[in-house]
């Protein structure tokens, strides 16, 4: 055993006394293997993943790593963007509470907030939505690839090939370090991404598709785009274009989540913004991610009425189902964004008529609130427990629901994106493995195996 001491004054072994060591912000750490001790530096409440490499029991040993499946204890960032508390169900964007935002704010607003860092002036946010609403046409190849898919093809996966596809017509895209370029995809993504969703819908319908009409506010126009007819001039329902503007921001960013990493992740490589745009739409789709309020319904009308929830509920617990819109990673608490959806499904049923759904989702969440299996594992409605009733209302199918949320969500992915391609201290993401397969072993030629 040959104990390796570091020298770098950030690591050094620990010789300090104890009194000063608290000041010091530092970890002590003892390796009960060779009997070294270590002080690892302590900076915003985390210690350095790679300062436990200088911990070895030999000078061959490759040195300790952390553990950490699934980053359940891993910070992979600092970040200026999203806060959340998950214990006491609080977030905020860029220091401004959901609750102010979603009551004072529009997407585009809370977009440029995100993306920019402080809300904008007038005149900032009148240029901003004016070069979003002149990046909402697609090209028309791009409505021809669109054309190309089955009748009944999901539209996610729609929307994930056609933002990759985004990335051919744009090649000046891939100058990521160029400030003036990724203003110009930042427009094209935040603008374009409606119009590929609505073309997939309309696409599933077999109907014509509805051009952009700049007119119309940036929700006001999704709708147009989806459910025009023959009006000459559409107007969306004031209430449920407030409504889809609200649910865009409560769903704009949420920090770290599995889309936000897997679009640093896959843009750490430097590739340009769409085809990280479509990894990060891919996360979404999972049904533990994004695709979860579509579950939500299905498992609603599963259930089939209140007086079959505890049966339901019953079958949860024996570990046979999921609840799908409970629970959360972050949030041991109401997510605060739920409470809003709630509210706003009241809205949307004063114009559309009650969901027949609802008395299920709010006997469910009833009954899980006050059941100690939920409560002990602080299981919560998330913001997909009520929104797939609201979309549902506003005439939307559940295929269509994580397509939403994909639109909502392009604004944090950019933001973050950003974010990590001016941060000094990252690189490409590429995670240690612990290896635990066979040893170096002989081939075995084809007719000698079992
Ligand atoms: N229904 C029943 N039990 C649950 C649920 C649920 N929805 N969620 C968690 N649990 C249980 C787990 O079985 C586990 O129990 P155990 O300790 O007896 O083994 C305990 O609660 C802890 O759960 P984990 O799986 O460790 O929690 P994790 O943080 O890994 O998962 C997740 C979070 C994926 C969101 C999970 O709660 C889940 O699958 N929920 C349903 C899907 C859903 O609504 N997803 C949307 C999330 S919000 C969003 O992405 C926008």
Not at 6 to 22: D, F, G, R, T
Not at 326 to 342: E, L, Q, T
């Given at each position: 055993m040959?104990?390796q ?7 050094a ?6 009194n ?8 002590t750490?003892?390796?009960?293997r ?6 690892l ?14 911990i ?7 040195g ?17 963007i999203t806060?959340?508390?998950?214990d ?6 860029r ?12 997407y585009?607003?809370?977009?440029y907030?995100?993306?920019?860092g402080?809300l904008?002036?007038?005149q ?18 791009v ?28 090649p ?7 400030a003036e ?18 073309f ?10 509805v ?6 506010s ?38 770290q ?16 913004p769409?085809?990280a ?6 996360a979404?789709?999972g ?13 609603l ?14 079958r949860?617990?024996?570990g046979?189902?999921?609840l799908?819109?409970f ?33 299920i ?10 059941d ?31 397509v939403l ?18 941060d ?10 612990v ?16």
């Amino acid at each position: 055993m040959n104990p390796q001491k570091s020298a770098s004054s950030e690591i050094a072994q620990a010789e300090a006394p104890s009194n000063l060591k608290a000041e010091r912000q530092s970890l002590t750490v003892v390796d009960n293997r060779t009997g070294q001790s270590y002080d690892l530096a302590i900076q915003n409440g985390t210690i350095k993943a790679i300062d436990l490499r200088q911990i070895k029991t030999d000078a061959d040993d490759f040195g300790l790593m952390s553990y950490d499946p699934a980053f359940l204890n891993t910070a992979a960032c600092t970040s200026k963007i999203t806060f959340i508390d998950g214990d006491k169900g609080i977030l905020h964007y860029r220091g401004y509470a959901i609750e102010d935002l979603a009551e004072r704010s529009t997407y585009l607003e809370t977009a440029y907030l995100l993306i920019h860092g402080e809300l904008p002036s007038r005149q900032q946010l009148d240029d901003w939505t004016y070069h979003i609403i002149h990046h909402t046409f697609i090209h028309e190849s791009v409505k021809k690839f669109l054309d190309g898919f089955h009748y009944d093809a999901h539209p996610m996966g729609m929307m994930i090939s056609a933002v990759a596809a985004l990335s051919t017509f744009y090649p000046d895209a891939k100058q990521i370090f160029d400030a003036e370029s990724r203003r110009k995809q930042i427009y094209r993504l935040i603008g374009k991404m409606p119009t590929i969703a609505a073309f997939a819908y309309r696409h599933s319908l077999g109907m014509p598709y509805v051009y952009p009409d700049n007119d119309l506010s940036y929700p006001g126009n999704f709708l147009n785009m989806l459910f025009r007819m023959t009006e000459l001039k559409y107007r969306p329902p004031a209430a449920l274009e407030r409504a889809l503007d609200v649910l865009f921001i409560l769903h704009a960013d949420h920090e770290q989540n599995c889309s936000t990493s897997a679009m640093r992740g896959v843009a750490s490589s430097h590739v340009d913004p769409y085809c990280a745009t479509a990894a990060a739409t891919a996360a979404l789709y999972g049904p533990l991610h994004g695709g979860a309020n579509e579950e939500v319904l299905r498992m609603l009308a599963d259930i089939g009425s209140a007086a079959r929830v505890p049966e339901y509920i019953k079958r949860v617990k024996g570990g046979e189902k999921k609840l799908m819109g409970f629970g959360h990673r972050v949030y041991k608490n109401y997510d605060p964004r739920a409470r809003i959806v709630k509210r706003i499904a009241y809205e949307v049923f004063d114009v559309m008529g009650c969901n027949e759904l609802i008395d299920i989702a709010l006997e469910v969440e009833r009954i899980a609130l006050e059941d100690e299996y939920f409560v002990t594992r602080k299981l919560y409605p998330n913001v997909d427990f009520y929104t797939g009733l609201i979309y549902q209302t506003m005439g939307f199918p559940v295929t269509m629901f994580p397509v939403l949320f994909a639109i909502a969500r392009t604004s944090g992915w950019i933001a973050q994106w950003q974010e990590m391609l001016l941060d000094s201290e990252q690189k490409i993401a590429r995670p240690r493995q612990v290896y635990r397969g066979a040893g170096l072993r002989g081939y075995v030629p084809m007719d000698d195996r079992k």
